[in-house]
């Protein structure tokens, strides 16, 4: 068994570089689609969601594949709104825009 100093250091040296690691991607709403529509990302990054339609609203309904938790939801983002989340739990996110459920994405978040 580890002493316990050496996990303490060890917990303490993850949790700083996910801080100095930790970073903010662009996902663009445009022409009824994400882009990109697939991204991965590491524990602890932040997605920001913006709409850049001229006219149109869309949404994004996010959920960790296979959890129970209850779905994210980022009501409507008009154009020129933004939304983020910050995910700080590995896994598979699916996402789709509430007013078009045929818009999809995706977010891989490695450990
Ligand atoms: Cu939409």
Redesign the pocket.
């Known amino acids: 068994m580890r002493p316990l100093r050496q996990v303490l250091r060890g917990l303490f040296l993850s949790s700083l570089s996910w801080t100095v690691s930790a970073e903010v991607i662009e996902v663009e709403?445009s022409k009824?689609q994400y882009h990109p529509q697939v991204v991965t990302i590491q524990r602890g990054d932040t997605v920001h969601w913006t709409n850049l339609e001229r006219r149109?609203?869309?949404?994004v309904i996010l959920h960790r594949e296979g959890s129970t938790d209850a779905k994210l939801d980022s009501g409507y983002l008009f154009p020129g709104d933004r939304w983020n989340h910050t995910f700080t739990e590995a896994g598979y996110y699916a996402y789709l825009?509430?007013?078009?459920p045929e818009?999809s994405g995706r977010i891989e978040v490695e450990l």
Request: charged share 0%; proline share 9%.
């Open positions: 709403i009824y149109q609203y869309h949404s825009c509430g007013p078009h818009m």
